[in-house]
Structure formats: C-alpha cells, structure tokens
C-alpha cells in the first residue's frame, strides 16, 4: 500500500505552523542529521537512495552534492530552485504552501551536507503568497533553533533567505538562477565550470529543485532502502505528478515513480473532458516530445519515457483533447519560448521568433507546403546549439509535433484554413 508522505497534510490549515509539523515528526531527520550523521554519511545515504531531481534533469542528487570540493577554503551554498515556470507544472508551489518546513528542512540537510552556511531559496516572482509563506516559516525556524548559529547545541550554523525573482522562465536554469542572484541579467553561463566547483560568486554551489529537497527527510527519516522500495529501481521514491488539461480532474497526485500514464489520466484523472477521445498527451511540462493517445501505455519514470522518445521533465502532464488544433497548440507553446527566450544564443532567439511566425502563418491558412520543411529544418538548426536547453525546449515540440501530427500541418496548408477552428 503507497503511503503518501510529501502531501499528507497538505490540507490541514495548521500545516504551515512549526508546532504542528513537529508533532508530526517534522525535524527529527535534522536533528538526526546533526546529532548522529557527518556530512559525508548524508551524501552517502541519498546517494544509495538514487534521489533523482525532480527539477526535470533527473540527475541524481547525492552524486551532485558529492560534486563540491572538500579541500575549497571558499564559502559554500546551497540554492533551492523555487522558480517554478515550466507550463503545466505546479507541485513546488503546492509544497511551499501547503508544508513549508518540509521544504526548509529538506534544505537544511541538504546545506549540512555539502558544508554549506548560507541557503538561498530562489522563487518566482509571481509566488508572492509563496514568498510570505516561507518567510514566516523560516522565522519560525530561528525561533526554535533549527536555524541561527550552534544550532541545537551542534555547533553548526545556517541561515536560510528568501529571494524573489522577477517572473522568468530562463532563470528557472541553474546558472541563469545563479546570475540572477547576484543581482544580474539572468543570462545562463557556459558549462564546465559547473556550479558545483564555481556557482554563485565563483563559490561551490549546489541548485536543487524544491521537490528534490523536499524527499530528503524521509530519506534520511526511513533510510535509502525504504526509498527505493518505491517505485522502478532506477528512478525510485515517492513522486508528484501534474495533470491539466483536458482532463475531468486535473491536479496534483502523489504516487509511486513510474506509475502508468494511462493510470494515471483515466482512474485518477477520471479520463478526458466532456468524454471527448483523446488526441495527445505532453507527459512532462511544454517543453517534452509529444506522445499520441496510442503512446501512453508507459510508466512515468525518466528511463521508461526516454524509451518512448519522450521525457518525464517536471511530470506537468498535459492532456490534449480530439477538437484540439495541434499547429495552435504548437503556436501557443513557441509563442511561450519565443517570449522567454533571453536572447543569447542566436539560434534561440532567431529561431523561436521565426518559428512563431511560421506557424502563424499556417494556422491562418496562409502558410506553404515548404513552410513545413522549414519549420523542421529550423528546429534542427536551434536543438543543442544554444548555451542552456531552452533551446531544446523549444525546439523539440516542433520536432515531435511535426513528426507524429504532420497531416494536420498539411491540411492547414491544403485547406488555407484550420479545419478544426472556423474562427481562424
């Protein structure tokens, strides 16, 4: 029987006050943490656990913190990517409403870990509720001891701040993040050096997602082994999942890594609006390969999708119904990228802009039948040319769309109009 434990009390309006998540067990892993366990022995045990990034990369987290120098005199930092911007995604903000100090505790081990004194968590501009939140939370925190200097008699010190972005999707990329902190244009850097060895201020810096941090207790709490016992082996542990849509029930669900996605949008998501057949599916936030309503017998884990030419990402699982235009669709998600762009990279912000505008074209039944080979040679040309992967994001959904909705395309251009939307 799966037991959920990152939204078990996420509707208890007390769930955001530190009594009520100490009586719940809330700080006992850093408490265990500090009293018990070295820095080294933490990284250990979420490395054993195989604690892949929820963020959308899936790398694992032990090995990254493992990343950062022992013998470097510089300070080290963590930084909590709470950026959360990927479309169809929504389970960050879930958890730093709805259970705060699980994500501050999860940030404080994993800072004890990799030597760190100082966290940042960096959110959304637009979270401003979220903001307020974490805030009162981290107040608490000093008020208990759990944060401030010896804390509980260890000797360790942290403090942990709140800084809040200014509402872009390119600062949701590690090094953007980092930019962005230190007060500049948030233009991602090349890599190497990672942010592990030269981060935020040239110091070691760890980026995590919030949802990655926040499994971390129960890691610690239950060991790694409990951990793995949930879900495939090589994606494990508890995981949250976005459903939107064309869906009876969207939200957010918690289940074991690799549920059927199939399970997932017909029992949990009660299957498709106004039982309408489904056309499609974007198993992982905007920026993965589309799959057809033929595809989604497959588990949702990193390696399952990789398989099926697709990505879990941020698990923002986005249902398509039959009456969706799919060139619209793909118009409203380059339009997305185009906007986000930060405009670095050549092929990012030329290709974006010019594939938006190709697409328009011929979703208003003024586009050619070489528009459509231009539209793929473009994508080709913008995917893994660019500094950070949201190039990739933009093009691979015009590559995926293209390949697996092309007659679609070409009735746009056949018909000179949308064959699903007479309005356009």
Same mark, same amino acid.
């Given at each position: 029987?799966?037991?959920?434990?990152?939204?078990?009390?996420?509707?208890?309006?007390?769930?955001?006050?530190?009594?009520?998540?100490?009586?719940?067990?809330?700080?006992?892993?850093?408490?265990?943490?500090?009293?018990?366990?070295?820095?080294?022995?933490?990284?250990?045990?979420?490395?054993?656990?195989?604690?892949?990034?929820?963020?959308?990369?899936?790398?694992?987290?032990?090995?990254?913190?493992?990343?950062?120098?022992?013998?470097?005199?510089?300070?080290?930092?963590?930084? !909590?990517?709470?950026?959360?911007?990927?479309?169809?995604?929504?389970?960050?903000?879930?958890?730093?409403?709805?259970?705060?100090?699980?994500?501050?505790?999860?940030?404080?081990?994993?800072?004890?870990?990799?030597?760190?004194?100082?966290?940042?968590?960096?959110?959304?501009?637009?979270?401003?509720?979220?903001?307020?939140? @974490?805030?009162?939370?981290?107040?608490?925190?000093?008020?208990?001891?759990?944060?401030?200097?010896?804390?509980?008699?260890?000797?360790?010190?942290?403090?942990?701040?709140?800084?809040?972005?200014?509402?872009?999707?390119?600062?949701?990329?590690?090094?953007? @993040?980092?930019?962005?902190?230190?007060?500049?244009?948030?233009?991602?850097?090349?890599?190497?050096?990672?942010?592990?060895?030269?981060?935020?201020?040239?110091?070691?810096?760890?980026?995590?997602?919030?949802?990655?941090?926040?499994?971390?207790?129960?890691?610690?709490?239950?060991?790694?082994?409990?951990?793995?016992?949930?879900?495939?082996?090589?994606?494990?542990?508890?995981?949250?999942?976005?459903?939107?849509?064309?869906?009876?029930?969207?939200?957010?669900?918690?289940?074991?890594?690799?549920?059927?996605?199939?399970?997932?949008?017909?029992?949990?998501?009660?299957?498709?609006?106004?039982?309408?057949? @489904?056309?499609?599916?974007?198993?992982?936030?905007?920026?993965?390969?589309?799959?057809?309503?033929?595809?989604?017998?497959?588990?949702?884990?990193?390696?399952? @999708?990789?398989?099926?030419?697709?990505?879990?990402?941020?698990?923002?699982?986005?249902?398509?119904?039959?009456?969706?235009?799919?060139?619209?669709?793909?118009?409203?998600?380059?339009?997305?990228?185009?906007?986000?762009? !930060?405009?670095? !990279?050549?092929?990012?912000?030329?290709?974006?802009?010019?594939?938006?505008?190709?697409?328009?074209?011929?979703?208003?039944?003024?586009?050619?039948?070489?528009?459509?080979?231009?539209?793929?040679?473009?994508?080709?040309?913008?995917?893994?040319?660019?500094?950070?992967?949201?190039?990739?994001?933009?093009?691979?959904?015009?590559?995926?769309?293209?390949?697996?909705?092309?007659?679609?395309?070409?009735?746009?251009?056949?018909?000179?109009?949308?064959?699903?939307?007479?309005?356009?």
């Amino acid at each position: 029987m799966f037991e959920k434990v990152l939204t078990k009390n996420i509707k208890i309006p007390e769930s955001r006050d530190i009594s009520f998540y100490q009586n719940t067990g809330g700080y006992k892993a850093f408490e265990k943490v500090l009293r018990n366990m070295t820095p080294d022995q933490v990284i250990d045990e979420v490395r054993q656990a195989n604690l892949r990034g929820r963020g959308g990369a899936g790398f694992s987290a032990g090995v990254k913190w493992s990343f950062v120098p022992k013998t470097n005199e510089k300070p080290h930092y963590l930084l !909590c990517n709470a950026d959360e911007s990927e479309p169809g995604t929504f389970k960050d903000r879930l958890l730093m409403t709805g259970n705060p100090h699980l994500v501050l505790e999860g940030n404080m081990i994993a800072a004890y870990a990799i030597r760190a004194h100082v966290a940042y968590i960096y959110i959304r501009g637009e979270f401003v509720e979220e903001a307020t939140i @974490l805030e009162k939370a981290i107040a608490q925190a000093y008020q208990k001891g759990f944060l401030g200097k010896n804390i509980l008699g260890s000797g360790y010190e942290l403090d942990i701040y709140v800084h809040r972005g200014a509402g872009a999707y390119i600062c949701g990329e590690e090094t953007g @993040l980092i930019e962005s902190l230190e007060g500049k244009r948030g233009w991602p850097r090349i890599k190497p050096p990672f942010p592990a060895v030269a981060g935020v201020w040239q110091c070691p810096t760890i980026v995590n997602n919030v949802e990655t941090l926040a499994c971390v207790p129960f890691i610690i709490e239950r060991g790694a082994s409990w951990f793995k016992s949930i879900g495939p082996e090589s994606s494990p542990g508890p995981k949250l999942y976005c459903l939107s849509g064309h869906v009876k029930k969207p939200g957010i669900y918690e289940l074991p890594s690799g549920i059927n996605l199939k399970e997932l949008i017909y029992e949990y998501g009660g299957g498709i609006l106004n039982d309408k057949k @489904l056309k499609a599916v974007i198993p992982g936030g905007s920026s993965v390969p589309v799959l057809t309503a033929d595809e989604i017998d497959v588990a949702m884990d990193f390696d399952s @999708l990789a398989k099926a030419g697709s990505m879990l990402g941020s698990a923002g699982v986005i249902v398509i119904d039959e009456d969706t235009c799919m060139v619209d669709a793909l118009l409203n998600i380059t339009h997305f990228y185009r906007h986000e762009s !930060c405009g670095q !990279c050549t092929p990012c912000r030329e290709g974006t802009n010019w594939g938006e505008r190709i697409l328009r074209k011929i979703e208003h039944g003024k586009g050619e039948m070489k528009d459509i080979a231009l539209l793929e040679e473009l994508a080709r040309h913008i995917n893994f040319r660019t500094i950070c992967p949201l190039g990739d994001a933009a093009a691979m959904p015009i590559e995926s769309f293209l390949r697996k909705f092309r007659p679609e395309f070409e009735a746009h251009v056949q018909l000179g109009k949308c064959p699903l939307n007479s309005n356009l």
